[in-house]
Every structure is written in structure tokens, then in C-alpha cells.
């Protein structure tokens, strides 16, 4: 069965530094996205970074980049000098397939607290 | 970019009565859209998916006779919540696929459900 695991349920960081939120994923299929997105206490879903599988190179966005490890089955979500604005709920999800009707399951969030 | 309107963003009902929330894509057709549900500080869970001309999709454990879906334009899906009860009070969210790729998710703001 697909799954997607984020064993850190808030983090602590002071301001300026860099931060890794976990996350692992299980799938049988070989065709899947990875996504990274950021929850504010708006509700709004806001999309960060995407990964594919067949993708080589790891993802960056800016500010975020995705440390995929294919083997290991992880995508890590890494966000370079954090800054106060980044305190939200960070969702890791899978997109299962590539077709117009492919869903993306979720992993259950970290709570990241962004310390000035 | 794409865009998906959702409303409304907040509604307070009696228990007993309906609810209908929508999601407009305003600039992309959305054959398939998505509804999920986020109860408070926990993960989105994918409720159903919805097609154009068709009948929805439901995840396991969702009542396809409570939770109705009806998807009767390239550009609106909306979800009725049917007899509502306080344990029905939670945020909804949709998610169209936008046609940018496998990346190509947009998501509505949301909607806060309140039953009294």
C-alpha cells in the first residue's frame, strides 16, 4: 500500500538556519511525484518543491531543495537560511501515477517553529 | 497561474441542514478534481475523486450517500454535505489538476464547516 511517513511532528529552529523535515514514502509503483508544501494557519496549500521519480537531479526552489534518495525511498525537504515567515505546517505527499486522474496522498505534517 | 476558487471559506450550519461548497478552476479546464478532508492539527485526507460527467470516486470509509459530489463542468466540482452533524465540522479543501505536468496541482483555499 502507498504510504507517506513524516516521524517529526514539530521542529524548533533558530532563525537563519538551515532545516531538514524527513519524510519516506512507500510505493510498488515505479511512476510517482514527491511534493513538498507549506500549511500556514490560513489553511491554504502552498506548493513548495516537486520531484519525479525517474528525475535524477534533485529538485531546488529557490530557497528549498529535495534531497531525493531513490533507495532509501526518503524526500527530504531542506530549507536554507530559515526565516521567521517559514513557521507553518510542512506537508510531504506523493502523487501516485502520472495521468490526469493520479491523487496525492498526504503524510501526516511536521509543525516547523522558525525562533527569531 | 492556475487558479481554483473555492467557496465558501467559512460556514456555520445547524445539524440537520446541507452545505454545498464549490471549486471553480477560473483559468484551466479540470477534468479531475479532488476533495479532501483536515480535521484540526492532523493530515489531509483524500475523501473522493471527482470526474467530469461522471460519478465520483470515494476513498474507503466515505459515505458516498453523505458526502455528495457532482462534477458537471470542466470547471465546477462541488461537494454537498447532506444532514450535517457536529462531527462533520472540519476543513474541506479541493485540488484540480492544472495541466502542468505531473507537478500540476492547484489547490482552493478551503472551507471551514462549522455544524452546530
Known amino acids: 500500500a502507498q504510504k507517506i511517513t513524516q516521524t517529526q511532528p514539530g521542529m524548533f529552529v533558530q532563525e537563519k538556519e538551515a532545516v531538514t523535515l524527513d519524510c519516506t514514502y512507500d510505493?510498488?509503483?515505479?511512476?510517482?511525484?514527491l511534493f513538498w508544501y507549506k500549511q500556514p494557519s490560513s489553511g491554504e496549500m502552498i506548493f513548495l518543491i516537486y520531484q519525479g521519480s525517474y528525475d535524477e537531479q534533485n529538485a531546488t526552489e529557490g530557497r528549498y531543495s529535495l534531497n531525493f534518495q531513490k533507495a532509501r525511498k526518503s524526500a527530504n525537504l531542506v530549507i536554507s537560511a530559515s526565516q521567521l515567515g517559514d513557521s507553518a505546517m510542512y506537508f510531504c505527499?506523493?502523487?501516485?501515477?502520472?495521468?490526469?486522474?493520479?491523487?496525492?496522498?498526504f503524510g501526516s505534517g511536521t509543525r516547523l517553529s522558525i525562533r527569531p | 497561474g492556475a487558479v481554483v476558487s473555492q467557496h465558501p471559506s467559512r460556514v456555520i450550519c445547524k445539524s440537520g441542514t446541507s452545505v454545498k461548497i464549490e471549486c471553480r478552476s477560473l483559468d484551466f479546464q479540470a477534468t479531475t478534481m479532488f476533495w479532501y478532508r483536515q480535521f484540526p492539527k492532523q493530515s489531509l485526507m483524500l475523501m473522493a475523486t471527482s470526474n467530469e460527467g461522471s460519478k465520483a470516486t470515494y476513498e474507503q470509509g466515505v459515505e458516498k450517500d453523505k458526502f455528495l459530489i457532482n462534477h458537471a463542468s470542466l470547471t465546477l466540482s462541488t461537494l454537498t454535505v447532506t444532514s450535517a452533524h457536529p462531527e462533520d465540522s472540519s476543513f474541506y479543501i479541493c485540488?484540480?489538476?492544472?495541466?502542468?505536468?505531473?507537478?500540476?496541482?492547484?489547490f482552493g483555499s478551503g472551507t471551514r464547516l462549522t455544524v452546530v
Open positions: 510505493t510498488s509503483d515505479q511512476s510517482y511525484g
Open positions: 505527499a506523493m502523487s501516485l501515477g502520472y495521468s490526469s486522474a493520479s491523487k496525492i496522498i
Open positions: 485540488s484540480a489538476r492544472s495541466g502542468q505536468g505531473a507537478r500540476g496541482y492547484t
